[in-house]
């Protein structure tokens, strides 16, 4: 067992959170532990803290652990955007330089953050509920093109 310093804990619990869902800090705890890590409930706590960490509805109704600003390690990368629109956005509309996207209720900030956090040049920014999502577009785009653009990220 080793005590790592902060950013290589982090680090992994950025790992392990993106590979499953996580719906405990103990779960978490234990996890870190069977990889060889010793941390605290407390030391967990703090990190996902730290992380941005909130906890989202994934399908089946379940709450786990997400870390929206992990999109912005990996800005520049689709495949984060494209996962994250795929696991959550269950539909998508749109209206002059709107575009509305659905998630299972809870999950709508999550996906907003990562929009934001990705700078694409069509969005001017979102605004998110519970489970509803406002793309405000550029004006000269549109909705439609930028709604086509996330469906096809999102799988739909």
Request: charged residues 20%; negative net charge.
């Amino acid at each position: 067992m080793a005590t790592l310093g902060k950013p290589q804990r982090q680090h992994r619990i950025l790992r392990i959170i993106e590979e499953q869902a996580i719906s405990s800090q103990g779960q978490l705890v234990q996890l870190l532990e069977a990889d060889g890590v010793v941390a605290t409930q407390a030391t967990v706590s703090r990190d996902l803290e730290e992380l941005g960490a909130v906890k989202v509805r994934i399908p089946g109704g379940a709450m786990a652990y997400a870390i929206p600003e992990h999109a912005r390690e990996r800005s520049g990368s689709d495949d984060h955007l494209r996962r994250l629109l795929s696991d959550f956005v269950v539909e998508i509309a749109h209206s002059a330089n709107i575009v509305v996207l659905r998630t299972p209720p809870g999950s709508a900030h999550v996906v907003g953050s990562a929009l934001d956090r990705a700078s694409l040049t069509d969005v001017l920014g979102t605004v998110a509920g519970d489970d509803t999502l406002l793309v405000v577009c550029q004006e000269s785009v549109g909705g439609a093109a930028v709604a086509a653009h996330l469906a096809q990220l999102a799988g739909l």
